[in-house]
């Protein structure tokens, strides 16, 4: 279907984005105009703020078979640069002051648009690895209808929900599921902006996702208590402390369905709408997919539900690899198998645990996925900075903060986090900078990152 099942049938739940409500025809039209004006382009790209535009924008590109590439509002010039150059996106749907010829989110277009293929690419994530600059995930159409038609029936979604959510829309959990999840089940959308307690409060729904960091939030705001009538809360995109699954079960009356993904593979593992849920665990593998551990010498760890191991994952909502990056993809993807970094256990019944990652270089802070070498980089490239680490220290509110370690002389702690602001967005911003003498190092040379205090 040219349009992935995201605008047909006959629903009028209600969408909503920061307080824009547009009608799924008027959507629709808009959606064709843009496609009508895009066609053949390699990619476009999207400022994605949280806006009915972005939808508009995001589904023209789905209409158009063209991949789109949704770009923080908040990036850097850097990191903005990185982003452009390297999709080659050669157009701007919508607002935004990227130097690319720009295509409005207005207007009608009545010719025929075509038939994209289901391996055609809908979308270009840019996502951050261990070092070096974000790499471009490629995620086809099929794997998007896959993962959404595989949680529409974990999660009993259909268009009698009302999907309530305020994630930023140029990632996974916001755009892929809290967007086009959305759009394809039929169900209602109330994006709230951001993802406050008082807007969820407020808004009424039945679902309502959030990252770990705005589920503590809302336990701690008291807003728990009016999401009562709801009938499935999901948190994912980083752990959810067992104390806050418990305080929001305590005060919501819901045990909160946890499901496990990546930008590479879309989301993968999840308790069900009519299952178990288990504080502190993920679940269990969607339709399709299979899992398993491995040893750090690529031995079989045993499903016991004690022994970890990495998390290894088969799925069709694979991504189709990082753009222009053979070697990282072919590392990542071997024999159909997606070494997802995350160590995990999974027990006898099936259950899957997500106990930490192999690498201490990627950091997620309020569910966002930061890689230590880009702030690494962006510090190095300050002239009084000799020599810099970066690494997540556990953060009461964000699970995990960026902190770094910096060799320099003549600059302070602001100076630096105003420095990295400058290049990159505001979450990869260091919240706190130690001042050290010396990094410890192996015989090698390469910094211990395990060795620097948490
Ligand atoms: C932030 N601020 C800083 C700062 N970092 N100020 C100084 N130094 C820093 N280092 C500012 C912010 O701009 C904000 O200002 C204020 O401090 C509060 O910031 P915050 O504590 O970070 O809160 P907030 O901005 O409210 O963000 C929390 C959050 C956000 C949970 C809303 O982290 C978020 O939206 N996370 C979702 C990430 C996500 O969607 N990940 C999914 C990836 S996909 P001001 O002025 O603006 O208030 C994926 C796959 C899967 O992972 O499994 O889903
Ligand atoms: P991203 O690429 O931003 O999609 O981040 C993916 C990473 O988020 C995974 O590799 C995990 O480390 C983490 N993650 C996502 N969901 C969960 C979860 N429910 N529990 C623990 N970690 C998670």
Redesign the pocket.
């Given at each position: 279907m040219g349009d992935m099942g995201l605008l047909g049938g006959e629903r009028d739940g209600v969408l909503s984005v920061a307080g824009e409500v547009v009608g799924r025809a008027e959507l629709a039209a808009r959606a064709r105009g843009v496609a009508g004006r895009i066609g053949g382009a390699k990619s476009v790209a999207v400022r994605a703020t949280a806006s009915v535009d972005t939808v508009v924008a995001v589904v023209g590109g789905l209409l158009a078979g063209v991949p789109v590439v949704p770009v923080p509002p908040?990036s850097g010039p850097a990191e903005l640069a990185h982003i452009l150059g390297d999709s080659g996106a050669e157009l701007l749907v919508g607002a935004g002051d990227y130097g690319l010829p720009t295509v409005p989110v207005t207007g009608d277009f009545s010719g025929g648009l075509p038939e994209p293929s289901d391996d055609a690419t809908a979308l270009i994530l840019y996502?951050s690895g261990t070092t070096g600059a974000p790499k471009g995930v490629m995620v086809s159409r099929a794997a998007v209808a896959a993962d959404l038609d595989a949680l529409a029936e974990a999660w009993a979604w259909t268009a009698d929900d009302v999907l309530v959510h305020?994630?930023?829309l140029f990632?996974?959990?916001?755009l892929v599921?809290g967007v086009l999840g959305a759009l394809r089940t039929g169900s209602g959308l109330v994006h709230t902006g951001?993802?406050?307690p008082e807007a969820y409060a407020a808004a009424g729904g039945s679902l309502y996702f959030?990252?770990p960091?705005?589920w503590s939030?809302v336990v701690e705001s008291g807003a728990a208590e009016a999401l009562r009538g709801a009938r499935l809360l999901v948190s994912?995109?980083?752990g959810l402390p067992a104390p806050v699954f418990d305080a929001l079960a305590a005060a919501s009356g819901h045990r909160a369905v946890e499901?496990?993904?990546?930008?590479e593979t879309?989301?993968t593992v999840s308790a069900r709408h009519d299952g178990e849920r288990r504080a502190g665990q993920v679940g269990l593998p969607l339709r399709g997919v299979q899992t398993r551990l491995v040893g750090e010498h690529g031995e079989a760890v045993p499903h016991d539900g004690a022994t970890p191991g990495e998390l290894l994952v088969r799925t069709p909502t694979v991504f189709q690899g990082y753009l222009g990056r053979p070697e990282a993809t072919a590392e990542a993807l071997r024999d159909g198998w997606f070494h997802t970094g995350d160590i995990a256990t999974i027990a006898p019944d099936g259950w899957h645990r997500i106990v930490g990652r192999a690498s201490t270089d990627l950091i997620?802070?309020?569910?966002?996925?930061i890689g230590a070498g880009e702030i690494e980089a962006a510090l190095l490239a300050h002239p009084a900075v000799r020599e810099a680490a970066v690494i997540g220290t556990p953060h009461a509110?964000?699970g995990e903060?960026?902190t770094a370690f910096v060799i320099a002389d003549g600059v302070t702690a602001a100076d630096l986090?105003d420095f990295v602001?400058r290049d990159l967005s505001?979450?990869?911003?260091?919240?706190t900078v130690h001042f050290v003498d010396s990094l410890p190092r192996n015989a090698l040379g390469k910094v211990q990152k395990k060795l620097l205090p948490s």
């Open positions: 908040d996502t305020g994630l930023p990632h996974v959990h916001g599921l951001r993802p406050t959030g990252v960091t705005v939030r994912g995109s980083a499901r496990y993904g990546m930008t879309l989301i997620k802070s309020g569910g966002y996925r509110d964000l903060q960026v986090i602001a505001i979450h990869k911003r260091p919240r």
